[in-house]
Nanobody, 115 residues
C-alpha cells in the first residue's frame, strides 16, 4: 500500500516562505508524476505544480515565479518551496503521486497566510 505523508505547513505572514515535503512509501512504479494540489474553503481542489520522475515541471499560472517544485527520487520525496506567499495561497495542500496503475493522495497539510 502506498502512503504519502506531507509536512511543513503552518502559519506565515504575507510575503513569507514555507517549504512543504511529501514522502512516499510503499510499492509504486519508478516512472511517475508527483505533484501538489490545494483546496481552499468553498473552492475546488486545484493543481499547483507537478514534476515527473525525469524532472520535467509544470506550474499553475497563479504560482509561477513564486513556487518551486523539486524531488529526490532516492528518497521518494517531493518538495514545494513557496515564496512571496499571499493570503489567497491559504488552503490545505495535498501531495499526489500518479503512476501507470493508480493515483495516490496524501492527507493534506494546512497553509495559512495571514498577518
Amino acid at each position: 500500500q502506498v502512503q504519502l505523508v506531507e509536512s511543513g505547513g503552518g502559519l506565515v505572514q504575507p510575503g513569507g516562505s514555507l517549504r512543504l515535503s511529501c514522502a512516499a512509501s510503499g510499492t509504486f512504479f519508478n516512472i511517475n508524476v508527483m505533484g501538489w494540489y490545494r483546496q481552499a474553503p468553498g473552492k475546488q481542489r486545484e493543481l499547483i505544480a507537478t514534476i515527473t520522475s525525469g524532472g520535467s515541471t509544470n506550474y499553475a499560472d497563479s504560482v509561477k515565479g513564486r513556487f518551486t517544485i523539486s524531488r529526490d527520487n532516492a528518497k521518494n520525496t517531493v518538495y514545494l518551496q513557496m515564496n512571496s506567499l499571499k493570503p489567497e495561497d491559504t488552503a490545505v495542500y495535498y501531495c499526489n503521486l500518479k503512476d501507470p496503475r493508480q493515483t495516490y493522495w496524501g492527507q493534506g497539510t494546512q497553509v495559512t497566510v495571514s498577518s
